[in-house]
């Protein structure tokens, strides 16, 4: 490669940086394009200048820089990204390679080392130009810390509002329930996927999925909850990774705690959707959770805040729920526990089953606030009859594939 390799360092101690600055002024190849300590800023410059390689510092605070990787890598793949430390044990260096970084620099930086380093990066970089860059499908996480909220059913409604290849995957690991909500038998999981991570191209993903339309697939939780506890966060990022690679939505419903699962989930995401009701408990839960994206770096324009089961009876004044979120809520979703419910039982998305009601027309409009391609609403279904739908109610059969029950 004639071109230079053109490279952005993160660094937030001083020394370590001034050092990584030293080494790559001395090699001709290298053109600096930016460095700091402002992860932030760099990130979004990373992303706008797409260097051929990052070099990032795992200074003190090595758990936050490895997790910058990971980000990194999902949104830049085309970038090289190096981790670099002074006395870096082992361990740590290996977390910030399953995180995505391709070389380790140790710090002091060796001229030896770096142009061995440089030399693979450039050629990386040569290979990429002749390969065609992978799909991206956008990932959007339905999210609240708080169980009962109604992220399932948003999530299950949002992804089949999308006109486009979406998969939905359910990430309670333990006891996902996502079939009944889209009247579905999984035959394979999750544990399945993660199994043959290796070799996951089109024709194995879409036998592991469970189809629920043409457009709207299901990846089910492991049915045997001990299946779960053998999936560690890399092997989901794994799989997230590639399902990404062949949908255009993919949707998950990650558990309600920041456990290492949910958080491989949420960093990788470009979206999540914060489901919240209006009740003390919940807005507590909400602000929490809130405080510990801020933590983890995500920035605030990655949070969609909802509110469900909105009523107007409750006697909550929203712009002080805004003040005390400090973020606006952007979907209200009425509350209409019937309906609800009645679309859960059937086993059918309410966005399908009654798609002028409500609680439907608002999760649309939420997914098209949203820029995800939203199908048009079927014309013979707006101008249904009431009385069809009651005959619909009739004849519909609910959902009770539930799993037997022993009698006592
Ligand atoms: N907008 C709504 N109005 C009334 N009931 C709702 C609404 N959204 C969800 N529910 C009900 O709340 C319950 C919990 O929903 P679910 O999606 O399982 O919550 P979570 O996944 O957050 O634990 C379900 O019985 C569902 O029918
Ligand atoms: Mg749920």
């Not at 030896?112 to 991206?136: D, F, G, I, Y």
């Not at 602000?287 to 920035?299: H, N, S, T, V």
């Not at 805040?305 to 809520?329: M, T």
Request: aromatic share 6%.
């Amino acid at each position: 490669m004639t071109e230079p390799i053109t490279c952005v360092v993160l660094s937030t101690g001083l020394e370590n940086f001034k050092d990584i600055r030293r080494a790559l002024t001395a090699e001709d190849r290298v053109k600096l394009l930016a460095g700091g300590n402002d992860a932030e800023q760099l990130y979004e410059e990373i992303v706008r200048l797409k260097p051929d390689a990052a070099i990032i510092a795992l200074g003190p605070n090595a758990e936050t820089a490895v997790r910058f990787i990971e980000k990194l890598n999902a949104e830049c793949p085309r970038t090289a990204l190096i981790s670099a430390a002074q006395d870096a044990s082992p361990d740590l260096i290996l977390k910030s390679l399953r995180a995505g970084a391709r070389e380790f620099l140790r710090i002091p930086i060796s001229a030896e080392e770096l142009r061995t380093v440089l030399t693979r990066v450039s050629e990386l970089a040569t290979k990429q130009q002749v390969e065609p860059p992978k799909k991206k499908g956008r990932m959007v996480a339905v999210f609240s810390s708080k169980g009962g909220c109604g992220t399932s059913f948003i999530a299950t409604n949002l992804a089949a509002a999308t006109a486009s290849k979406t998969v939905l995957v359910d990430l309670n690991l333990q006891a996902g329930d996502l079939p009944l909500f889209l009247g579905l038998e999984a035959k394979y999981s999750i544990a399945d996927m993660v199994e043959k991570r290796q070799r996951l191209d089109e024709a194995l993903i879409n036998s592991l999925v469970t189809p629920h339309t043409t457009n709207l697939s299901l990846l089910a939780a492991p049915r045997e909850a001990d299946h779960a506890d053998e999936i560690e966060p890399q092997h989901i990022y794994e799989v997230l990774q590639k399902l990404r690679e062949h949908y255009d939505y993919v949707v998950l419903d990650p558990q309600h705690t920041f456990d290492s699962i949910t958080l491989a989930a949420l960093d990788q995401s470009d979206e999540i959707v914060l489901v919240v009701t209006l009740d003390i408990p919940a807005i507590r839960s909400t602000q929490r959770a809130l405080e510990i994206f801020d933590r983890l770096g995500y920035p605030r324009k990655k949070v969609k805040i909802i509110v469900n089961r909105w009523s107007k009876q409750i006697d909550l004044d929203l712009r002080q729920v805004e003040k005390f979120l400090g973020e606006p809520v952007v979907g209200f979703v009425p509350s209409d526990y019937q309906t609800a419910v009645g679309s859960i039982n059937l086993g059918t998305p309410l966005v399908q089953a009654e798609p002028t009601s409500k609680i439907a027309l608002e999760i649309r409009r939420i997914a098209q606030q949203m820029s995800l391609g939203v199908a048009p609403i079927d014309e013979s279904q707006q101008r249904r009859p009431f009385w069809a739908s009651l005959l619909k109610k009739q004849s519909a059969q609910p959902n009770f594939n539930l799993p037997q029950m022993e009698k006592v």
